[in-house]
């Protein structure tokens, strides 16, 4: 049986989420210059599984699934949207990959609805439709532009997101959020893994710097590596258990369009840190983020209010 959803509850995490993953992701950049994408999942499993473990006696968590078949399911499902993504990257332009993965909203009404005949109302209609112009804006025309049948595949990982997000509500209700958390870097670090051991037994040709990121098998691992996966690790611990507890209150259909404010967030630090600015656009693609979000809590308000 679900509890009463929490929509504000859920609001406020995603909230901290966007600005923890916001920042974190940022450092990302200083990682891809010498190390590949498999052994960063690899390194980041590793440090936020022996983190999460440190934790167990201190703070009472409960690793061990109610359901292990359900937990299983949505960490590959999870794991498997984020291979999907990050492994686009290597042959579309990041502004096709990301607007692929921001469906995601569009996908949980879908399948909320159609599989499990959840009511989806015309404002969140409205506001799923402002968040992804919003989205679209952001990323700029080339978002569009040069769409081919390889770009269905960030549209896929954009699906299984969905999916695995529903599955946080549905399938796995009684699981702890620090179970799925575990189950969901499970997943990467073993992607992680194989992707590593296939590079070191077929090494490929890999560009310098970022750009080999994807293709770079293991190397051996610098102190400024350990340091930035470590703060990967530590932040995701937090951000990404925030994000899983909010899908856990709350309807995922609600909280999907919440997720939109991650690429505000992400800006903001990208100015902060490298004094990246933006476009007119592109502001006015995060006005329309805010919205989205503003009026989705506004009417989980008004229905908190009726009740």
């Known amino acids: 049986m679900q509890a009463p959803d929490k929509t504000l509850a859920a609001a406020g995490c995603i909230l901290i989420y966007a600005t923890i993953i916001g920042f974190t992701d940022n450092y990302v950049r200083l990682i891809a210059v010498e190390a590949g994408l498999w052994q960063f999942h690899a390194t980041r499993t590793a440090m936020a599984l022996a983190l999460l473990g440190l934790a167990v006696p201190f703070l009472g968590l409960?690793?061990?699934?109610?359901?292990?078949?359900?937990?299983?399911?949505?960490?590959?499902?999870?794991?498997?949207a984020m291979v999907i993504y990050f492994g686009a990257l290597a042959f579309l332009p990041v502004a096709i990959v990301a607007a692929g993965l921001f469906t995601a909203p569009i996908f949980v009404l879908l399948?909320?609805?159609?599989?499990?005949?959840?009511?989806?109302?015309?404002?969140?209609?409205?506001?799923?439709?402002?968040?992804?112009?919003?989205?679209?804006?952001?990323?700029?025309?080339?978002?569009?532009?040069?769409?081919s049948l390889a770009a269905v595949l960030p549209v896929a990982a954009g699906a299984m997101y969905a999916l695995g997000n529903i599955a946080t509500r549905e399938w796995c209700p009684q699981e702890s959020a620090e179970t799925l958390l575990a189950g969901f870097f499970a997943a990467l670090g073993v992607f992680g893994l194989i992707g590593m051991a296939a590079l070191a037994l077929w090494p490929v040709a890999v560009p310098a710097g970022a750009d080999g990121f994807l293709l770079r098998g293991p190397v051996w691992p610098s102190a400024g590596f350990l340091?930035?996966?470590?703060?990967?690790?530590?932040?995701?611990?937090?951000?990404?258990?925030?994000?899983?507890?909010?899908?856990?209150?709350?309807?995922?259909?609600?909280?999907?369009?919440?997720?939109?404010v991650i690429l505000p967030a992400s800006a903001f630090w990208s100015w902060m840190i490298w004094g990246e600015t933006l476009s007119v656009q592109a502001w006015a693609g995060m006005g329309l983020i805010v919205a989205a979000g503003a009026l989705i809590a506004l009417r989980a308000r008004a229905q908190a209010v009726a009740v």
């Open 111 to 147: 399948i909320s609805r159609f599989a499990y005949g959840h009511a989806i109302g015309p404002v969140r209609i409205l506001a799923v439709g402002l968040g992804f112009l919003g989205v679209i804006l952001v990323l700029g025309p080339q978002a569009l532009s040069g769409a």
């Open 62 to 80: 409960r690793l061990r699934p109610v359901n292990g078949r359900a937990v299983l399911a949505r960490s590959a499902i999870h794991g498997t």
């Open 227 to 260: 340091f930035w996966v470590f703060v990967q690790a530590a932040g995701s611990l937090l951000g990404v258990g925030l994000m899983i507890r909010a899908y856990q209150i709350a309807d995922a259909g609600r909280v999907s369009v919440l997720e939109y």
